[in-house]
T-cell receptor, first 112, second 112 residues
Framework: AAGVIQSPRHLIKEKRETATLKCYPIPRHDTVYWYQQGPGQDPQFLISFYEKMQSDKGSIPDRFSAQQFSDYHSELNMSSLELGDSALYFC???????????FGPGTRLTVT | DQQVKQNSPSLSVQEGRISILNCDYTNSMFDYFLWYKKYPAEGPTFLISISSIKDKNEDGRFTVFLNKSAKHLSLHIVPSQPGDSAVYFCAASGGTGNQFYFGTGTSLTVIP
């Protein structure tokens, strides 16, 4: 079965640079969630989109923005990167009216 | 403010015995709970869920129990297998399309 796809899998950036993470949800899933997991921490919710509209917002810094496109894929844009942004970024998707979120493999971002 | 807590960071169990992972939550509005299993460098994998209208849900070797009055849920794995060794997260949500709040995870080691 198709799963959530995230690209790139690994990304190395320098401080103050920008990064764009992409997420392709499971086909026919209409909701996308973004999570950030720092070393030794639990996943922290950043933001979610339902039918291309922002549906919920968590601890997403103002330097980050995200959107969901007409094909339901989502992009997380991160600017003015800081060392503390180094983390694993997960995208998850869920189907209409469903609770279960299915996670992608994550993008490991390293800021040097 | 950690709304979902897993107070045991690690657990070791002999193969064939029962593994019991515990999770507590503070928000009485949570009505849906998930358990995820996570291997290193991979995204969390959905394991089993339970809604607040039930107090037990079984799926093969995995059973989740929910005690709403105590705001406590547990995951039982029986019999435990070495392949079950992973980090287990519980997560809670207040509705469809809403973010899930994750616990800090319990690292389970099943000893052959």
């Amino acid at each position: 079965a198709a799963g959530v796809i995230q690209s790139p899998r690994h990304l190395i950036k320098e401080k103050r640079e920008t990064a764009t993470l992409k997420c392709y949800p499971i086909p026919r899933h209409d909701t996308v969630y973004w999570y950030q997991q720092g070393p030794g921490q639990d996943p922290q919710f950043l933001i979610s989109f339902y039918e291309k509209m922002q549906s919920d917002k968590g601890s997403i810094p103002d330097r980050f923005s995200a959107q969901q496109f007409s094909d339901y894929h989502s992009e997380l844009n991160m600017s003015s990167l800081e060392l503390g942004d180094s983390a694993l970024y997960f995208c998850a998707s869920s189907g209409r009216g469903a609770y279960e979120q299915y996670f992608g493999p994550g993008t490991r971002l390293t800021v040097t | 403010d950690q709304q979902v807590k897993q107070n045991s960071p690690s657990l070791s169990v002999q193969e064939g015995r029962i593994s019991i992972l515990n999770c507590d939550y503070t928000n009485s509005m949570f009505d849906y709970f998930l358990w995820y299993k996570k291997y290193p460098a991979e995204g969390p994998t959905f394991l089993i869920s339970i809604s607040s209208i039930k107090d037990k849900n079984e799926d093969g070797r995995f059973t989740v129990f929910l005690n709403k009055s105590a705001k406590h849920l547990s995951l039982h794995i029986v019999p435990s297998q070495p392949g079950d060794s992973a980090v287990y997260f519980c997560a809670a949500s207040g509705g469809t399309g809403n973010q899930f709040y994750f616990g800090t995870g319990t690292s389970l080691t099943v000893i052959p």
